[in-house]
Nanobody, 126 residues
Framework: QVQLVESGGGLVQAGSSLRLSCAAS????????MGWFRQAPGKERELVAA????????SYADSVKGRFAVSRDYAKNTLYLQMISLKAEDTAVYYC???????????????????WGQGTQVTVSS
């Protein structure tokens, strides 16, 4: 299995940028479809971005399209989420997650993301 550790969260002003990182260890990083989820207080956890095993396919929640970009570095075994033009409604705990299934299956069934990091808080002040 894979172990995941997020970093890069913080308190920023609206309009700012942040880059989250997720360091993976254990089983081969390229074996997993990777995703970024977030959960705001009182709300359900949502999948905001996903990337395929090869990195060739990505997808985003409508609320973050054009502002967030997911990428992965195989040499560093690290997943990234670049966030720009942050809004107050982006405030949440952000989690990285791994799924041992194909990208198309994982994005259609987010419950298949079986491995999770501990989360990192992103707070955007308006």
């Amino acid at each position: 299995q894979v172990q995941l550790v997020e970093s890069g969260g913080g308190l920023v002003q609206a309009g700012s940028s942040l880059r989250l990182s997720c360091a993976a260890s254990g089983r081969t990083f390229s074996s997993y479809t990777m995703g970024w989820f977030r959960q705001a207080p009182g709300k359900e956890r949502e999948l905001v971005a996903a990337i395929s095993r090869s990195g060739g396919s990505t997808s985003y929640a409508d609320s973050v399209k054009g502002r967030f970009a997911v990428s992965r570095d195989y040499a560093k075994n690290t997943l990234y989420l670049q966030m720009i033009s942050l809004k107050a409604e982006d405030t949440a705990v952000y989690y990285c997650a791994a799924a041992g299934v194909d990208y198309t299956i994982a994005t259609m069934n987010p419950s298949l993301f079986a491995y999770w990091g501990q989360g990192t808080q992103v707070t955007v002040s308006s």
